[in-house]
């Protein structure tokens, strides 16, 4: 459809185009070599050609004045031809020497016009102008017939060598043979030129007496009239050549000449011939203008019908004029309708093309409105699924929070009655070791404190996870020496690596290397490396703890084992939460590795598997050195020495033995504050062998107890119902009475952070 249009628009352009063109017809160009424009004749015979040129818009004329002198005529021709003339007019000033230079023109294919005067050849398309011959025998035949008795005439020739001074000569004295009354006394050349002739004339007219004086043009006859002495010039008759309204016709009819006979200059008449041979149309090689005699006897009649044609001339000119401006009118509306019609066919091809593009448009936004409709719609049920999905995510996550939060409460209720259990199976091995009991018993108690330990593991990790998450999981950061902190958690898996037979070595390239860490995490960190790699390594394998400084920037710990290694497709999740390297749920809670790393991240270090193939893995620390990267709030305050009673030195087992030796000890009462009656009962029972022991359930009760008397030493609980221990603490180091009373807080709850925050209320130990 659209190509139909395009066709129609670029023909109709074309059409429109070629109709809007100026006509292509070829411009003629004539070139007019004329031999003298010295005289009225000449230049009323260029005019004339000027007029008739002027009428024809494919005409260019181009007139070239000789001035008379031959050889610049002959110049002028050339430089015509080398113009490019399509055709050549020649008005030869000397016949002979004009010939060449014509007939080269012809020739060469140029349609050359001869006029007036002749060449002297028949190598010319066309001739146009008067008998020059006849013109000489009618004037002698109009002198015969005039004078019967004998009349002496003087004759001025025109120019010899042009061919009607030679011409109108021999045509004169031809006719002259039939009057031989008439005699030619005196015959001179006056050239054509009124100066010349007037020149040549004056001597032979003043001595010599004249009837007749013929000139060959009315401007020589004239001449020799004016030199003709005054008292002969009445008794002369006076007849020239040419009777030119202006001029000769003018003199006979005032009686200055008495006759003049026509030689018309036919210049119109040269250009018609000229158009019809470019043209390719008939025309004739000799064309002949008329001449006649013009006298007293008819000069007025043919003044009165000069003064019409010029009258009906004029009239002619006038309505050539208004044709031609019509013409121009004509052209111009002609164009302004061209251009009027192209808009027209423009703007109904624009039309057509705007009806299509619009019925196009509207189809297309229909389709793109149903398309749109139906897009909607799908996003619409995309937006219903994904808020139901939402919702859904939001139920899951709800269940898996709860789920959390059910796992971190069990968790927390399990380390509890876990710290009991692992206390007194530690109190109860050393007793059978003392005791001497069998070894099944130490075993069975061993196999107890193993899984316990186990156990507690793996509720403070599920735990730490839960703070982790939950962005709680914050640093305790103090100077450690790092290397006696690993060789530490190496010593305690010895053990472990000689029940396997496994070559466990510990590789360290100094002896000291301080750190600013977490110490709790960082050794939960190896620790879980360790229990990894022992759980992976089978017997008779080898693990090796490997730690180095590198440079100032940090120390790297690597753990590796000779393990089956982990799957390449399952390296890159080693770090995520719950990842499990095979399918025995067995082999852990699967979030070590993940909370591991985000230990090591919260230091600003790094975890990495730095290798892992079927030779074993070897995961890798790195702890940035110095404290910088740390805030100032997570480090740990450093209490007083004085304030603080530290258990940590010297086992408890070695305080228990010298105490039990001690009696005497027995003097002191301790208060225990303790809401778990499990706890509280045991206790009671710990310590009822070294100190009068008092009990209370919370802070209220306690308080009302040392009210009334006053214990050396008092152990309690933090979190208690009805009173916690801070709540009791607080009011106790208050109080003038009873703030001297050591107080050692004892709970589950046993972050740096809570630590803290029960010393803070004046406890003495924690
Ligand atoms: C004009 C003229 C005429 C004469 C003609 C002959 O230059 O002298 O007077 O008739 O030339 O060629």
């Known amino acids: 459809m659209q190509k139909i249009y395009v066709t129609i628009l670029l023909i109709g352009l074309l059409i429109n185009f070629n109709a809007c063109k100026p006509r292509q017809t070829k411009v003629f160009h004539i070139g007019f070599s004329q031999c003298t424009n010295r005289d009225v004749w000449r230049e009323t015979m260029n005019r004339e050609m000027q007029v008739a040129a002027s009428l024809y818009p494919d005409v260019k004329l181009t007139i070239l004045n000789a001035d008379g002198i031959t050889k610049k005529q002959e110049i002028q021709i050339r430089q015509l031809l080398n113009a490019g003339v399509d055709l050549l007019i020649i008005s030869p000033n000397e016949s002979d020497l004009i010939t060449p230079i014509a007939e080269e023109a012809f020739n060469a294919h140029i349609p050359t016009i001869i006029i007036d005067r002749k060449i002297n050849s028949d190598n010319y398309t066309a001739y146009i102008g008067a ?22 005439i003087l004759e001025i020739r025109g120019l010899d060598a042009s061919s009607p001074g030679h011409d109108r000569h021999r045509g004169f004295m031809d006719g002259l043979r039939q009057y031989p009354n008439l005699i030619v006394a005196k015959s001179i050349e006056g050239e054509w030129e009124q100066d010349r002739a007037g020149e040549l004339a004056k001597p032979i007219l003043k001595e010599q007496s004249f009837d007749i004086v013929f000139g060959h043009n009315d401007v020589m006859t004239l ?12 008794d002369m008759f006076f007849v020239g050549v040419d009777a030119l309204p202006t001029l000769g016709m003018e003199k006979v009819n005032e009686g200055i000449l008495q006759a003049s006979f026509l030689y018309p200059t036919g210049g119109d008449k040269a250009i018609e011939l000229a158009l019809n041979i470019l043209s390719d149309q008939p025309y004739d090689k000799n064309n002949e203008l008329a001449s006649s005699v013009i006298d007293a006897g008819n000069v007025k009649m043919i003044k009165l019908q000069q003064q019409q044609v010029h009258h009906h001339q004029e009239t002619i000119n006038r309505q050539i004029s208004r044709i031609v401006v019509q013409a121009q009118d004509f052209n111009d509306q002609r164009t302004l309708l061209h251009v009027t019609l192209i808009s027209l066919f423009l703007l109904v091809v624009v039309a057509i093309w705007l009806v299509y593009y619009f019925v196009r448009i509207t189809r297309k936004n229909k389709e793109l409105a149903e398309k749109n409709d139906a897009i909607e719609k799908q996003r619409k049920q995309l937006e219903e699924k994904n808020e139901q999905i939402l919702k859904m995510n939001e139920k899951v996550e709800e269940a898996t929070q709860a789920k959390f939060t059910f796992f971190t409460n069990i968790s927390h209720e399990i380390r509890t009655p876990l710290t009991l259990i692992q206390a007194p199976v530690k109190t109860m091995m050393e007793q059978v070791s003392q005791l001497n009991l069998p070894s099944s018993l130490n075993n069975s108690l061993h196999l107890i404190q193993r899984n316990t330990d186990r156990l507690l593991r793996m509720v403070n990790q599920l735990m730490d996870f839960r703070k982790v998450e939950l962005g709680k999981a914050g640093l305790s950061i103090s100077k450690v020496n790092v290397v006696a902190e690993c060789e530490g958690i190496f010593q305690s898996f010895s053990p472990l690596a000689q029940q396997k037979n496994i070559n466990f070595k510990f590789e360290k390239d100094e002896s000291r290397q301080d750190v600013w860490v977490d110490v709790d995490k960082i050794d939960k960190v190896l620790f879980n490396l360790l229990s990894n790699a022992f759980k992976f390594t089978p017997n008779d394998g080898a693990i090796v703890i490997r730690i180095q400084s590198n440079q100032q920037t940090n120390v790297s710990i690597e753990v590796s084992d000779s393990g ?6 399952k390296q890159t999740d080693v770090f995520e939460p719950f990842f499990q390297q095979n399918e025995h749920r067995s082999m852990g809670t699967g979030m070590g590795l993940s909370l591991a790393k985000s230990f090591m991240d919260l230091h600003g270090g790094k975890l990495e598997l730095s290798k892992s193939d079927a030779q074993g893995s070897i995961f890798k620390m790195v702890i940035p050195k110095g404290k910088d990267h740390f805030k100032p709030e997570q480090f740990i305050p450093i209490k007083p020495e004085s304030k603080r009673l530290d258990y ?37 029972n710990l310590l009822n062998d070294f100190f009068y022991v008092k009990s209370a359930e919370n802070g209220k009760l306690a308080l009302d107890l040392i009210e009334m008397e006053h214990p050396d030493i008092i152990v309690t609980d933090l979190m ?28 589950a709850k046993s972050s740096p952070e809570q630590k803290i925050e029960g010393i803070e209320t004046g406890a003495d130990a924690y």
């Open 131 to 152: 008998n020059n011959y006849n013109i000489g025998k009618k004037v002698a035949d109009y002198l015969g017939n005039l004078f019967k008795d004998r009349r002496e």
């Open 223 to 234: 001449a020799a009239q004016q030199v003709t002495p005054a008292n002969k010039v009445d």
């Open 564 to 569: 089956p290694g982990i799957p390449k497709d």
């Open 648 to 684: 940590a030195a010297g086992s408890f087992s070695e305080k228990q033995e010298a105490l039990i030796r001690d009696e005497s000890h027995k003097e002191h009462a301790i208060l225990v504050v303790e809401d778990d009656a499990d706890l509280r009962e045991y206790l009671i």
């Open 720 to 747: 208690m119902p009805v009173m916690d221990g801070i709540e009791m603490t607080k009011r106790l180091k208050s109080e003038l009475d009873t703030c001297h009373i050591p107080l050692i807080m004892l709970t």
